[in-house]
């Protein structure tokens, strides 16, 4: 599938260019979206001419917004602390510029999850985007998924957008769209037939994956009318007032052994653990309102930095970006902050030990050293990318360029840093919304043809080789796995399923491991070649036997 459209930007605007300038939307359909005025829609702006005097493009107010597919992610939402209380309020926040759309004579029409932002300071805010492809008074619609599409309407209208909404919302609220999961009457691909026979995932004999949400994260209000219009087949505006909200905390404990795992409980918090790291053989675990470093508890009320050690006396060193000016901020448990400060537009990156910061094009490697007892921070390396077509993921940049896919990959050996800037052809087809990488594997949630799909990668000692490993149809977009470092890697699907495969690229030996001891709700992660992992309030370790 070959990119339609290549997208650049400078300072406060972006620029969507062509690639056939035959796909330019009429120039009058620019001038009736003017009328959404609002600042979360970002539409059309300026025409863009080529030297021919040929419409190319156009312009429009640049957003530094998170995909909305990301919050879908229950390992997201408790690694960013976004309650549902939170959700609910971007949910409404949704509604109401919904609503502002269709007041001023509009339709969304295509309205699935991909056309939508969230601002990062709170996730509450949506901006709206693929504006071009709406239904003015004078242009129809140029755009629909049908994973999004109302099977009873004859044409579009305001009901039809509210349909698509209900599913965007459901899975905001739970995580999977109403119509996945299975159901013994239908095959998992049976996902239309099922939205026009009104069978989801409130359906008594649906069952949904093991990481998807509980109903009661759906508000009481909201409940009725999508159970009313994905069971029952009504069609009626959302309420105006969500209802009761009350979130039913599973408390289930995790067997300790079973006849193919075995877990032991390392250590129980007074907080649910919102991030556990292990670094030169130090626990660091974050919840709410403390930051736990092995058995010392610091009081640190919604610190969301990370955390990296001097090399002697592995003092622990808080790392910040500040809000009020951007500067990356490296200080100890004191509060005493080191001399070197550089400007960052991300949170700051911690991997093996090592500070990558991100600002204009520049991707920064910084070491600490000590001196006299006391940390220094220092500059290793600088790498230049490219500042407005790049994404930062967990330990990972994905770049696209007119539509070719780079991977950009921060690593060391012998002490030293690198970093590896990798061509992958194979993922210009996908738009890719998530990542991880650790210890030479990748993993990417791409979205092609409306469907989520899990994408592997694995490379070789100086990342120049590799090889890519595709889960089609996944029905929940989620990346949950550690790659130890004695070159065994450990995933956990959606279907509370474990995998356990090699991290070097050329070997196929891939072994499932389906158990009831294993739940969907648990976090992997690592210490050196030890499989740990922690859900609600207790860290285990996990082990194959």
């Given at each position: 599938m070959a990119a339609r459209a290549g997208f650049t930007s400078q300072g406060n605007l972006a620029y969507k260019i062509y690639l056939d300038p035959a796909r330019m939307i009429p120039e009058a359909k620019i001038a009736e979206l003017a009328r959404l005025d609002r600042p979360n829609i970002i539409c059309p702006r300026d025409v863009l001419l080529d030297k021919q005097n040929t419409a190319i493009g156009f312009s429009m107010n640049r957003v530094d917004g998170l995909e909305l597919c990301r919050l879908f992610n229950t390992v997201f939402l408790r690694s960013n602390n976004i309650t549902p209380e939170l959700l609910l309020k971007l949910v409404e926040n949704m509604q109401e510029t919904t609503q502002f759309i269709h007041d001023r004579g509009f339709l969304v029409v295509d309205g699935n999850e991909l056309n939508y932002l969230v601002d990062q300071q709170d996730y509450s805010l949506p901006y709206f985007i693929d504006v071009n492809s709406y239904q003015t008074p004078a242009f129809p619609a140029s755009a629909i998924n049908v994973l999004f599409q109302d099977p009873q309407a004859k044409h579009f209208s305001r009901l039809s957008d509210w349909y698509s909404f209900g599913i965007v919302i459901c899975k905001l609220f739970v995580g999977i769209h109403p119509f996945r999961g299975s159901h013994p009457n239908y095959k998992k691909r049976d996902v239309l037939q099922r939205m026009k026979d009104h069978v989801s995932i409130f359906n008594a004999e649906s069952s949904v994956p093991a990481a998807a949400r509980d109903f009661s994260y759906i508000p009481s209000a909201y409940y009725d009318w999508l159970v009313n219009m994905f069971e029952k087949g009504e069609r009626v505006?959302?309420?105006?007032?969500?209802?009761?909200?009350?979130?039913?905390?599973?408390?289930?404990?995790?067997?300790?052994?079973?006849?193919?795992?075995?877990?032991?409980?390392?250590?129980?918090?007074?907080?649910?653990?919102?991030?556990?790291?292990?670094?030169?053989?130090?626990?660091?675990?974050?919840?709410k309102e403390a930051l736990h470093i092995d058995h010392d508890c610091h009081r640190l009320r919604q610190f969301s930095g990370e955390v990296v050690f001097s090399p002697k006396?592995?003092?622990?060193?808080?790392?910040?970006?500040?809000?009020?000016?951007?500067?990356?901020?490296?200080?100890?448990?004191?509060?005493?902050?080191?001399?070197?400060?550089?400007?960052?537009?991300?949170?700051?990156?911690?991997?093996?030990?090592?500070?990558?910061?991100?600002?204009?094009?520049?991707?920064?490697?910084?070491?600490?050293?000590?001196?006299?007892?006391?940390?220094?921070?220092?500059?290793?390396?600088?790498?230049?990318?490219?500042?407005?077509?790049?994404?930062?993921?967990?330990?990972?940049?994905?770049?696209?360029?007119?539509?070719?896919?780079?991977?950009v990959i921060p690593y060391q050996e012998a002490n030293k840093g690198y970093c590896a800037m990798q061509r992958i052809p194979e993922l210009d087809d996908y738009k890719i919304v998530d990542g991880k990488h650790e210890n030479h594997v990748c993993m990417l949630i791409g979205v092609k043809d409306g469907l989520y799909h899990r994408l592997i990668l694995r490379f070789d000692a100086r990342y120049q080789q590799y090889d890519l490993r595709v889960v089609e149809d996944i029905e929940y977009p989620q990346i949950n796995f550690v790659s130890l470092e004695n070159g065994i890697a450990v995933s956990l699907d959606e279907h509370a399923t474990i995998e356990v495969f090699s991290n070097a690229p050329g070997t196929s030996k891939v072994k499932q491991i389906d158990d009831p001891a294993v739940r969907g709700d648990m976090l992997l992660s690592k210490d050196g070649a030890n499989v740990l992992c922690y859900s609600g309030k207790k860290l285990y370790s996990l082990k194959m036997v």
């Open positions: 505006p959302p309420p105006h007032v969500a209802g009761l909200l009350k979130v039913v905390q599973v408390t289930a404990e995790f067997v300790q052994s079973s006849g193919n795992v075995a877990f032991k409980l390392l250590r129980k918090y007074d907080q649910d653990i919102l991030r556990h790291k292990a670094v030169h053989g130090k626990h660091i675990v974050l919840t006396s592995a003092m622990p060193l808080l790392l910040n970006r500040r809000e009020k000016d951007g500067i990356l901020e490296i200080s100890e448990m004191g509060g005493t902050v080191l001399d070197l400060q550089l400007k960052t537009e991300r949170p700051p990156m911690a991997l093996n030990n090592r500070i990558y910061s991100f600002y204009q094009g520049d991707l920064t490697e910084i070491v600490i050293h000590e001196m006299n007892g006391r940390p220094i921070a220092s500059v290793a390396n600088v790498w230049k990318i490219m500042p407005k077509s790049s994404m930062l993921f967990d330990g990972l940049i994905y770049q696209t360029v007119l539509g070719k896919s780079y991977l």
